[in-house]
Every structure is written in C-alpha cells, then in structure tokens.
C-alpha cells in the first residue's frame, strides 16, 4: 500500500514540477495519441488538450487500484478491475463522439437544401457555406462561422474546406464536401441536381441506420452487462475472508488472467460485429 501511495504522490510531483517548468506544457506533439485525437476530436472537443485523456486514465486506474486493493487484498484483481475502470473516459467521450455524430448527420438533408437554394439564387459555394454560420441549423453555427474566417484569411476553398471536414469528422459531410469541391475545381450546370439525390441518399440511409441501432441497442446494452456482471460477482465474492484465499494462489491468478483476456476478447468482437459501416 505505501508503494502505490508513493507511486502516487511522485506522479503528482512530476505533472506539477513540468507545469512549473514548461511555458506551455501542452505545446508537444504526442504521436502516439492519435487515436485519442481522433476521439476527442469526434466528441467535439478541439480546445481541450489531447493529454489530459491519458492522464485521467492513468489517475483513474490508480484510484481504482488502491480502492480495490483495500477491499479484496489482491494485487491481480486490483489490477484488473482498474484496468476496466481506466477505460470510462474512453466509453464516455465514445458515446458522445456517436451521440454528436447521429445528431450532425440528421442536419445535412437540410443543409443541402440550403445550399440548393443559394445556388440557384447565384451565390457562390463560398459565399453559400458562409451565410450557414448566419442562417444555417443554430447547432453548425460556429462551425461555418470558423470556416468563413479561415477562408477570409487564406482565400483557399480547398484547404478551408478541408479544416471544416476535420471539425465534423462526418461521413455525410465528407460526401457533401467531396461534392462541393469537385463541383468547385471542374464546374458543371447539374449541381443542383446532384445535391437533390444526395439529399434523397442522405435521408434515406438515416432511416435505415436508425432503425438498424434502434434494434441492436439492447443487444449491445445485454452483452455490455454479460461482460461486467462476472467482475461484480467477484468483487463481492473477494471482499469475503474465505474468497480472498481462492484467488491468492497460481491456480487462482490464472483463471482470473484467462478471464480478464476472454472479457476483453468478447467485448472487442461485440463492437466488432455490431459496428455500422459509414462508407
């Protein structure tokens, strides 16, 4: 226990010491956080400095650990279960990135008639995705308002288009975009004809798409619960005098090793299966 309790404090000494000492300690690059960009930047969070996600991590699975250790006097179950718990950040910006991507994908259909009818009105594709950030869906406001001001000071469609394609991180506005640019670089009379069957798509695939996670939402929600429920059990089997003993030994320790991996194994293949192509 003084261990963790010192493993602990040095940790918090060191973020301290290197927010002293750094100008900026968010300024570095952090390659391997690519995927925890790619997260945080689907849930929305662009200010929000990428390591801060590792770090309530690790600070949770500390927590979780010496919490853990105290109830049930076994180092390899606190291991466990704080690993489990370490991942709730993940979960939790996980679920907003899906819950922010349904709730985007519902506004396209009308932002394409939006754009239809600036087109038709003459407006140009850049003046069309500007008046968005005026009259656009209150939710997309800034959005377009943050490409206008990239586009007034670079005067690059392209590369304006593209920042904007990274702040949704959205299937339907990558198709939408890929639509506008090309219209754009190589012209053409029938956009706005293109735009209608686009909309006609869009609106359909929604449908479809919502019907299908209607029906698989109480099963990933029962196969979520299968793979807990056992580490609860265990949890209150351990915390008893008698259950500590049984998990204490080699024999012990192996069941829980072959358990953890077949739990992490099974809840990979859930996600794995019931996961929606976007393409």
Known sequence: MGVVLGTIWGCGL???WW???S???WKYRFPRFR???LLMREAGLFSTPVVLLPISMLVIFLMGF???LALTQTPLIGVIVASGLSALP?????????RRSRQISRLWPDI???IIAGVRSGMGLAEVLINLGEFGPPQLRADFQIFAADFRVSGNFSRALDKLKIR???PEADRLFEVLRLSREVGGSDLSLLLRDLAVMMRADLRIRGELESRQSWTRNAARLAVVSPWVVLLMITTRTGGINVYATWEGSLVLIIGMLVSILAYFLMNRTARLSTR
């Open 19 to 21: 927010a002293a000492v």
């Open 90 to 98: 993940v979960v939790i910006l996980r679920g907003r990135a899906d």
């Open 14 to 16: 060191i973020l301290i």
């Open 168 to 170: 949704f991180s959205n």
């Open 23 to 25: 100008e900026n300690p």
């Open 66 to 68: 010496v919490l853990v």
């Open 35 to 37: 995927y925890f960009t």
């Open 112 to 114: 394409i008639d939006n």
